[in-house]
């Protein structure tokens, strides 16, 4: 008796998930007409966390990505099979398969492929973790008709991606609430580029805010949500140091000019959450004050290292600032500076000792290093950089765009 077509196919993919010989797996024609989702699109992807399946469900208006080990995939493909779709593309790196399901039954296909070219297209195809074909990045301008980036919108759209993949990562570090969806803002959001990237990446799993003092910017940001069928992303008309917020699991405050990255920074801090994630700039409240240690006094005289240096100490202060309430920190290049000179992320997450007294004398030695008498963070948590300093309030705002 031969075997059934669709044990048949179910066992070649887990073969190919299992062997790491998967170059893509396509889904199509689905059972009801009129369905919203179109199409799944599986493809390897290797994140930090190890070897995962990225799933690319493409619906009417909107496409969600969600990843798989090899086990979750092949029983997501199988659901898929039996409730949703007629059609299955496999391509691996030794043969093709299809697979088609009709009323009277179910028929595979099967050819052998080129190993050494299916290979080279293996090697060379590159998974996005947010498809350029999605209708958002098209409603925010980033792509054209083609889905390919517009003039000047390619280093956005790389920025994007890095972003999704450092999201992507840090998700699986932190241990977010499984009994709900993960609350998140956005704070200082501008156009909402990378604001719309958490919905598309967490589209099931987070309910999504992000918070924007313009107004004119929060309506079109609300606008293309909805028509891009984005349920739980929404956009406030807020200030980042005042704008009050629900307990956030993940915060995220990108290009907050000058002070609105330590109110922001305040604000996850007051509110126990449990991963910030940060790309300061315009680093203007240390250089003010910053003093020249003789060693230093050369170099310093040259405009570019004092601008240089004043970051490196505003910023080494957050990082250090953050330790001491009990966060445990990484500082890195977010993404090449061929891309955008805003290049500095730090990642906090919670869980490290609190409050420190030996990290509290280094975090003052430090600043009495640079003559730094005061920092904005350390007034939000009360920290003195020196006895008897007097801080004063920030307020200063995002200029995300």
Known sequence: MPPDPRAKFSSELRSALQDDTLVKLTLGKPRLHGADLRNVYVRPVTL?????????????TRDITKNHSIEAAANEVDRLLSDDFLDAHLSTTAQQAQLEIQSNGARLRIKQTDITAMVGEHNKSRHYLIPTNSPWLKALGITNDRDQPREGMAGKLRQIQKFAELIAQITTEVDLPPERPWRIADMGCGKGYLTFALAALLENRAEVTGIERRADLVRLCNQTAHACGFAKLNFVVGDIGST?????DLLVALHACDTATDDALAQGIAAATRAIVVSPCCQKEVRRQLGTPSVLRDALRHGI?????????????RAMLLEWAGYRTKVFE????EHTAKNLMITATLGGPKH????????????AFYGIQSHALATHLHFPLRPGAVSSTHTTQSTNS
Do not use: C, M
């Open 48 to 60: 930090k966390s190890g070897k995962q399946f990225s799933f690319v469900y493409r619906h009417a």
């Open 305 to 317: 290292f004092q601008e240089r240096q004043a970051e490196f100490a505003t910023d080494a202060l």
């Open 356 to 367: 420190d007294d030996a990290l509290a004398n280094r975090i003052r030695a430090f600043a």
């Open 244 to 248: 009050a917020l629900n307990a956030p």
């Open 334 to 337: 977010f993404i090449s500076t």
